[in-house]
């Protein structure tokens, strides 16, 4: 497998030779889905939290009469078909979200993502990456000369001019090899990864 090299001004410098298990691999949706569904459900929190009837609070007088009204019989305000009432069945935060997904499941399928990037032609490899000092305006006329919007920028290493220049610029992210997701890598629109980063990734992950 062959990738294209381009520099910061968005011109071909030369091709690449990259791991066909990493780069090369046929898509599999079925893959693809669990491994996003489970890397956002590990990604939660769990500390929602809901009351229930015992917890609101509440009057516990009667809210009208017994008889005569036509309405059914209701004791307190804290029941759950009451507005304010609490809920009956509440969200608490010992609520378990993790989904377990094999290593070799998911090595799998970010590398189904990173060929698939490939064959729609939304994955770039470019020499190399860097800012001379910590400017956003400079950094984002590298984004703007390679023709990007939105983009992902994956680096071997995060230097801190690059993190500062980069990280008031809402369409784009600058990571490292090692903090790839597969949610990332198919939210954003272009994925951008440096020559040093491809061999990381390989070790990573092929």
Do not use: C
């Not at 698939?116 to 984002?140: G, H, I, N, Y």
């Amino acid at each position: 497998m062959e990738l294209k090299v381009i520099n910061t001004q968005g011109q071909a410098v030369e091709n690449l030779l990259a791991s066909d298990a990493l780069f090369g691999r046929d898509y599999n949706e079925a893959l693809v889905h669990q491994v996003v569904t489970a890397f956002l459900a590990n990604a939660r929190s769990g500390n929602r939290a809901q009351l229930t009837r015992a917890e609101v609070s509440h009057s516990t007088k009667k809210p009208f009469k017994q008889k005569g009204t036509g309405n059914a019989r209701a004791g307190m305000t804290s029941s759950p078909i009451r507005r304010g009432g609490g809920r009956a069945f509440p969200n608490k935060p010992d609520e378990n979200f993790t989904q377990k997904v094999n290593r070799k499941m998911f090595r799998a399928g970010v590398a189904t993502i990173l060929s698939q990037l490939v064959r729609d032609e939304r994955l770039v490899v470019v020499d190399s990456l860097s800012v001379e000092t910590p400017k956003t305006k400079e950094f984002a006329g590298v984004v703007k000369s390679m023709g990007l919007e939105q983009a992902l920028f994956i680096t071997k290493e995060l230097d801190e001019n690059l993190y500062l220049s980069s990280r008031n610029l809402p369409n784009v992210l600058v990571i490292e090899a090692q903090q790839a997701d597969p949610y990332s890598l198919l939210r954003f629109k272009k994925i951008v990864i440096t020559r040093d980063a491809v061999k990381q990734l390989e070790e990573q992950w092929a």
